[in-house]
């Protein structure tokens, strides 16, 4: 992207006490009539004029300077290559630039400089290399500020910024493993999918004929081979409507660099919808909490159904979380889940974290009119733990407890509260929620 606005050449401290230091140098020169005095002077006076001119020749440069952002495919908790491209398209080298990488506070780079000074070749292309330390959500990065100066630090061009604003959407991580442990964890728990005869397609049993029973549902092989009516019985079909709503607000955000509560609750929720996609089950994710509802735009199922709600998860940008009232969001929320609910029984997971009595009394009241409607509601409460603080020096731990000690203690009586109003509260860590959720899922398969 070309820069559009008008060039303009500063100069610096130095050359004023230069300017200073050449006056009575000619001075000198002119009143001793020392010939070498005046040519040292006007020698001086030429390199700065000179000076001058060059700098102003790379203002101009500046102008036409092409930036273009490019990244490797990015990683979730993983590390990936940022490259910013600079081209000078000029037949001059400009020297001395300054650069500074703008870009969102929520992201790190683990190598290289986001700023500093580079030399841009005539007719040539420079490549800044970054290596980007990857988390869930949509981060900015862009634009580019410069600033050109001369050799010896005479003249300087304002500061321009070079480069359009570029997006990173990094998609939660889950494990395969887990995955599979969700499988065997059910069907551990006696939670499989129940056998159970009824309407469906595929096959279950065979038993006699018995008055009532639909004709095409005789086996005629089967009858004539036991000389008695035979029906063909098919397996009922156990699908559900799962709705999760994930809070994404700025409470949610609390934790280290890329193992925040969101983040953990999001690769959880990743491996849920995961799940229900191999289970068959109907899935619609809302994401709430920022200046937008994301999610899918009704139940959705298969790998389509998981490839959108991924997709949403990784749209989700911290730096335009607003830190006012949650309360707009849940009910925002709620509004949104109300369009697409279908009329009948549902399974709703709410993923929150409560921090104040008039969140409470909103999420308590969401839930008892969901409740009211004949949906089966759970309020899954995510809980800050020990070790979300692995890898913290000594001194970053005992600030990060005390820190989170007191949303601790707020949250487990607020699950109290709730659990005393008849509406189902769950608390997970990061390791045992999309098990626990999973359950809660399970649970009500076969009723």
Known sequence: MKLAEESVVYATHRTRLTAIVIFFILLTGFLSSRIQLITIGLVTLSLILGMRAYVSYMAASLRDLEVEFEHDPPLDGGEFVVRVVLRNRGIIPLGFVE????????????KGATRGFIILPARSETIIRLICSGRVGRHRIGPVEIQARDIFGLYKTRTFKAGSIAYVKIPPSYSVAVLRRLMVYARSLGLSRSRASGTGIEFHSMREYRPGDELKRVEWRKSVKFNKLIVKLTEREAQQNVYILLDSSHVM???????????????????IIAYLTQRGDNFQLVIF?????????????AARG????VENISNVNFEEIPQGNRVEGLVSAYKFLLRTLRRERNIVIIITV????????????????LIGLRNIVYIVNPIITS???????????????????????????YSRILKKEGVNTVLVSSLDAPFKIARLIELHRSR
């Open 99 to 110: 650069y500074n990488l703008r870009h969102s506070p929520f992201i790190k780079f683990s």
């Open 253 to 271: 955000l609390s934790g280290p660099y890329a193992r925040t509560v969101f983040e953990h609750m999001a690769r959880a929720v990743t491996a």
């Open 289 to 301: 909490g920022g200046p937008e509802i994301y999610g899918t735009p009704s139940l959705m199922r």
């Open 306 to 309: 998981f490839r959108v709600s």
């Open 354 to 369: 409560i921090d104040s009595q008039e969140y409470l009394e909103a999420l308590l009241k969401i839930s008892k009119e």
């Open 387 to 413: 070790y979300d603080m692995v890898g913290l020096p000594v001194w970053a731990r005992g600030l990060y407890t005390l820190k989170t000690y007191g949303i601790l203690r707020n949250q487990l009586n």
